[in-house]
Structures are given as C-alpha cells and as structure tokens.
C-alpha cells in the first residue's frame, strides 16, 4: 500500500514548502541534470510530486515530451497547477510498488527523493522494468535518499538537514548506495557509478548498452 502520510495535506505541503531548502539538493540535482542528454526526446519521472525535476530538465530541452508518475493525488494537483496548458508533460497516478504501466520507450528514465520509498525487492525489480524501458543508450539518473553506513552518520544527516530525528519519514526503506550499484550493474547497465554524494544524499546513474534492444 502507499504510504499515507503521502496523501495528507500536512504531510505534502511540509514537504512542498522544504523541496527547495535541502542542503545540497540543487547541486545533486544540477549534476542529474548534466547527466540527461539534451537531446533526450522523452523523459519518465518516477515520483514526480509537483513535477520539480520535469521543469528543471524542460528549461534545456524545449522539445521533450515528460511523463510523471505519482501516487499522491495532492502531488499531482500541485503538477498540474504547474503545467497547466502544457501538452508537453503528461501525468499519470501510479503506485511505484505496482509494475510500471507500458509507456512506451524513453530516452532518459529520472527519479528524486522518490524510490527509497520501495521496499528493497521492489527497488530491484523496478530498476529492471527502467532497463527495458529505456532506449538503447539511454540514462537511468536517481537521485536518492540512501542508508548511511553508521548510525552516527545518519544522526548527521537530520543535523545538516536542521530535522529531529523524530521527524523521520516512516515509509523510508534506505538502502546503502553500493547495493544499489551492484543491482544495476548485474542488470546490464553500463557506466554505473555514485555520480555525486552528500551524507544521505546521492545521485546514482546507469546507462542502457547501445548494442542492447
């Protein structure tokens, strides 16, 4: 089932009215967006919330055609208040615990602060439905909430983020960066790395093999 905290007023606008004070976010995002060609015709947000990370990539790619999934019918208001009159950008409710719908193929797969919500089966089998959907050479970018390796170090994340540690997200389901790389390699990806890391915070990529249908 969906988290469903998700799907309160409360719990989405806190969210909302934070999205852009995160330390760091915008230079983990920055470099997602370098790593999406900016000749990407179409792009799957997974997680899209109020469509933040689709507008982002728009700014350089006028062309592209976006999809959002979310879950969150308060998230997808928000998306469509912000792309209201865009045919460009389609929006679509989706419980990423649940297969991905068949979309057609992309060019670039995308996703921030949105898959750690996954139970760890899932995450892998979601990372393997991305891989089919992807275009040969396209790039799989995820910018993630992820484990730290102590509890020390997760108690220093919600201090840099300025969070008790009460205010933990309880449908969080972290996972270390190295177990999440291991996965896409052993799928076929190509390129896999932990292209940039801050604490708790991680922008993970993988490319589909050119030779690969």
């Known amino acids: 089932m969906p988290p469903e905290e998700w799907t ?18 915008a230079e983990g995002e920055s470099v997602l967006l370098e790593h999406v060609p900016h000749d990407a015709r179409r792009v799957l947000d997974l ?10 990539l728009q700014i350089d790619r006028r062309e592209m055609l976006g999809v959002g999934l979310d879950f969150s019918e308060l998230m997808l ?32 797969v995308v996703s921030s602060m949105a898959i750690h919500h996954l139970e760890h089966e899932r995450k892998r089998s979601l990372y393997a439905e991305v891989f ?35 205010n933990e997200d309880p449908s969080d389901r972290l996972l270390d960066v190295e177990s999440q790389l291991a996965w896409l390699r052993a799928l076929g990806f190509d390129d896999v790395d932990c ?13 589909k093999p050119a030779d690969v249908g």
């Open 132 to 166: 089919d959907l992807l275009e040969p050479g396209g790039v799989f970018a995820n910018f993630e909430h992820v484990a730290s390796a102590t509890h020390r170090l997760h108690l220093a994340f919600f201090a840099a983020i300025g969070e008790p540690l009460e």
């Open 47 to 56: 997680g899209t919330g109020d469509g933040r990370l689709l507008a982002f």
């Open 8 to 25: 309160t007023a409360e719990h989405v606008d806190r969210y909302l009215d934070r999205a852009d004070e995160y330390p760091r976010r």
């Open 195 to 207: 292209y940039w890391k801050w604490l708790e915070m991680a922008l993970l990529i993988g490319v």
């Open 77 to 108: 208001e928000a998306a469509r208040k912000r792309f209201a009159g865009d045919e460009r950008i389609e929006l679509v409710k989706h419980d990423l615990a649940e297969p991905l719908p068949a979309f057609g193929r992309f060019d670039a």
